[in-house]
C-alpha cells in the first residue's frame, strides 16, 4: 500500500499518528508551535545561543541539498527572490510569485540539511518561517508539507490541502530534544499527491534555524526587513475554484488509485466511471 493510499485509509489524524510512533520509540512527544507573523522582523544577524540560522541571502542552497527526481513529475524546490523574511532569498517550492506547481502531473521533492549535532543541553529547538499556497478541495493528503529528521526518518511535522498560510509566513518551532546528543539532518518535503489542483504559488521556507550547528557551512544574513505578505481574515488562496469537470477528474484518479493498490473493488470503479465521476 502506498504511503498516501494509508494515510488516507487510516482514521487517526498525522499527529496522533506522529505522536504514537514517538511515544512507541521512547521520544517524548511535543507538538510543534505555530505563529502566525504580523510584524516586519529583523533579519536574523548571526549563530548565537547554540544556534545557527539559514537565511539563504546569499542566493544559494547554503549547503542544503536539492533533490527534485521524486516522483514520476519531478520537483520543483529552488533558491528564490519572490518572497521571504529575512532580506531577499528563500527556499521556494513553485515557479514563482503568481506562478504554480503544476508540472505535468503528481510531482515531489526535497531539500536535505547539512548534518548538525543536537546538543545535549541548552537551546534544543529547530524553527523555521513558512508561507505557503495550496489546495483546498476534497480530502486527504494533497500538497502535503513535511519536516523530518534523519536518519531516522521521523515526520515531525506535516501539513496539507488547507489552503495555505493565509497569505502571511508563520513561525514554526519544534522541540528536538527526543533527539539531544544525536547527530541528524532536517528533510523538508512537498508531496502534490496528485495532478490536480497545482495551481497555487506553492512553499516558501525561511530563516531556518538548528540548534548547535557549527561554522564551515551557511551564510548568516546581515541587516535587512522582512518582505512578506500581509493577509487578512477570512483569506483563502487566490486562484478560481475547481469546474465540475476537475473535481470528477480527481475523483476518477482517486478511484484508480485506490483500485490500483486492492482497496476499492472493480465494480465499484466501473460505476463510478459509467456515472461520469
Not at 521533492?109 to 543541553?121: D, E, I, K, L, N
Not at 531516522?152 to 493565509?166: F, K, N, Q
Request: glycine letters at 16%; hydrophobic letters at 35%.
Amino acid at each position: 500500500m502506498s504511503q498516501l493510499t494509508a494515510a488516507n485509509s487510516h482514521t487517526s489524524s498525522r499527529r496522533d499518528l506522529l505522536k504514537k510512533g514517538l511515544v512507541a520509540g521512547g521520544i517524548a512527544w511535543t507538538a510543534p508551535v505555530v505563529t502566525t507573523l504580523t510584524e516586519p522582523l529583523a533579519a536574523a544577524t548571526g549563530s548565537t545561543g547554540g544556534s545557527y540560522t539559514y537565511c539563504f541571502d546569499d542566493g544559494t542552497t547554503e549547503g542544503w541539498v536539492i533533490d527534485n527526481t521524486a516522483g514520476a513529475g519531478g520537483g520543483m524546490w529552488n533558491v528564490s527572490n519572490d518572497r521571504s523574511v529575512s532580506s531577499s532569498f528563500s527556499l521556494h517550492y513553485g515557479t514563482g510569485t503568481g506562478g504554480d506547481y503544476t508540472g505535468t502531473g503528481r510531482n515531489s521533492g526535497s531539500v536535505t540539511s547539512p548534518t548538525f549535532t543536537v546538543p545535549s543541553t541548552g537551546p534544543v529547538l529547530l524553527e523555521f518561517d513558512i508561507w505557503r499556497e495550496v489546495e483546498v478541495f476534497g480530502s486527504g493528503t494533497w500538497d502535503e508539507f513535511s519536516v523530518s529528521i534523519l536518519p531516522a526518518g521521523t515526520t515531525l511535522y506535516a501539513v496539507s490541502r488547507d489552503g495555505g498560510t493565509g497569505g502571511v509566513f508563520e513561525h514554526v518551532t519544534i522541540d528536538l530534544a527526543g533527539f539531544a546528543g544525536q547527530t541528524v539532518q532536517l528533510s523538508f518535503f512537498f508531496d502534490t499527491g496528485d495532478g490536480s489542483f497545482n495551481n497555487f504559488e506553492g512553499i516558501y521556507v525561511d530563516n531556518v534555524i538548528v540548534p548547535g550547528a557549527t561554522g564551515g557551512f551557511g551564510l548568516l544574513a546581515g541587516g535587512g526587513t522582512s518582505a512578506r505578505s500581509l493577509g487578512g481574515a477570512g483569506w483563502t488562496p487566490d486562484r478560481p475554484a475547481p469546474t465540475r469537470q476537475e473535481i470528477r477528474r480527481r475523483e476518477r484518479e482517486v478511484r484508480a488509485e485506490r483500485f490500483a493498490e486492492g482497496v476499492v473493488a472493480d465494480g465499484e470503479l466501473q460505476a463510478g466511471i459509467k456515472s461520469g465521476q
